[in-house]
């Protein structure tokens, strides 16, 4: 796990995510950066070509919605570690990326 404020790094002992940073005590560890939250809102910008609304609701947890798209941040949770994932939605469908590099590769070709 890494702390996104300070950038303290840690490993997860048991299943559950920590509520703050063990080093920082931040309980906004696990959110983008504001640099990340911007580029995230770009690329969403570029895919439908409008607005981008975001609304984190938890610590660790954020949507971004732009026309008919949203594209939720959140943890994947496997054993043993926890990985940031970003799940693009449109309708019914959903397909998940486990960077915003990948989304962003997946930009330009036909992502749905
Ligand atoms: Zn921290």
Redesign the pocket.
């Known amino acids: 796990m890494q702390?996104q404020?300070?950038?303290?790094k840690w490993y997860l002992r048991r299943e559950e995510l920590p509520a703050i940073?063990?080093?920082?005590?931040?309980p906004y560890?696990g959110l983008p950066r504001n640099e990340d939250l911007e580029k995230i809102k770009s690329v969403l910008h570029e895919i439908s070509g409008q607005e981008v609304k975001v609304n984190c609701r938890k610590a660790r947890d954020c949507e971004f919605i732009s026309g008919p798209w949203r594209l939720v941040y959140n943890f994947a949770r496997q054993p043993g570690h926890v990985t940031p994932l970003f799940e693009l939605q449109r309708g019914n469908s959903a397909k998940t990326f486990e960077s915003l590099q990948e989304l962003q590769g997946a930009f330009g070709h036909d992502i749905m």
């Open positions: 702390c404020r300070c950038g303290h940073c063990p080093k920082c005590k931040s560890w």
